[in-house]
């Protein structure tokens, strides 16, 4: 909407900046690497910044260099994917590594692959929180992300 001239106000939300730092500086440039929370809106940050200098600013590049494990140095173009195919391509869980993992039983997986809730006290010393996603195992492996809920375990995404 921003670069269609559209007003509008961004909600208000809790975001992290772990870092902010000053890369280069060349009147009236200067460069800046952020590393930030999931949501954040790097242009509501350039207008902050604006707003605390208290001089005019325009975003002229921006660039995401890194998303959780997946930085931009491991980046492949489209003709080595082409080319190499599922060799470049990691682990169906890989993107996942932020979320807690959680085991169940076969039965369990069979409940959930059914689109029933598992219940926690069929998990061995695990206890969800509503709405934390979760990412589920069993025996064979990863097979898909799953929801708490306040009894149990539900399918949120499955890979089977």
Same mark, same amino acid.
Request: charged share 20%.
């Given at each position: 909407? %921003?670069?269609?001239?559209?007003?509008?106000?961004?909600?208000?939300?809790?975001?992290?900046?772990?870092?902010?730092?000053?890369?280069?500086? %060349?009147?009236?440039? &200067?460069?800046?690497?952020?590393?930030? @929370? %999931?949501?954040?809106?790097?242009?509501?940050?350039?207008?902050?910044?604006?707003?605390?200098?208290?001089?005019?600013?325009?975003?002229?590049?921006?660039?995401?260099? %890194?998303?959780?494990?997946?930085?931009?140095?491991?980046?492949?173009?489209?003709?080595?994917?082409?080319?190499?195919?599922?060799?470049?391509?990691?682990?169906?869980? @890989?993107?996942?590594?932020?979320?807690?993992?959680?085991?169940? @039983?076969?039965?369990?997986?069979?409940?959930?692959?059914?689109?029933?809730?598992?219940?926690?006290?069929?998990?061995?010393?695990?206890?969800?929180?509503?709405?934390?996603?979760?990412?589920?195992?069993?025996?064979?492996?990863? &097979?898909?992300?799953?929801?708490?809920?306040?009894?149990?375990?539900?399918?949120?995404?499955?890979? &089977?």
């Amino acid at each position: 909407m %921003a670069r269609e001239g559209v007003e509008f106000t961004l909600p208000a939300r809790t975001i992290e900046i772990t870092e902010c730092t000053l890369l280069a500086y %060349a009147y009236p440039y &200067f460069t800046i690497r952020v590393t930030c @929370s %999931a949501g954040t809106y790097i242009r509501a940050l350039l207008r902050d910044i604006e707003a605390r200098v208290g001089i005019p600013a325009t975003m002229t590049q921006l660039a995401r260099t %890194a998303v959780g494990e997946y930085t931009i140095d491991k980046a492949v173009t489209a003709e080595e994917l082409a080319e190499k195919g599922e060799a470049l391509v990691g682990a169906t869980d @890989s993107a996942l590594m932020h979320l807690q993992p959680v085991n169940v @039983s076969e039965n369990g997986f069979i409940a959930l692959k059914q689109g029933k809730q598992w219940p926690y006290t069929k998990i061995d010393g695990f206890h969800g929180e509503v709405d934390r996603l979760y990412r589920a195992y069993n025996d064979a492996g990863f &097979f898909g992300i799953v929801s708490g809920t306040d009894t149990g375990l539900k399918v949120v995404k499955n890979i &089977f």
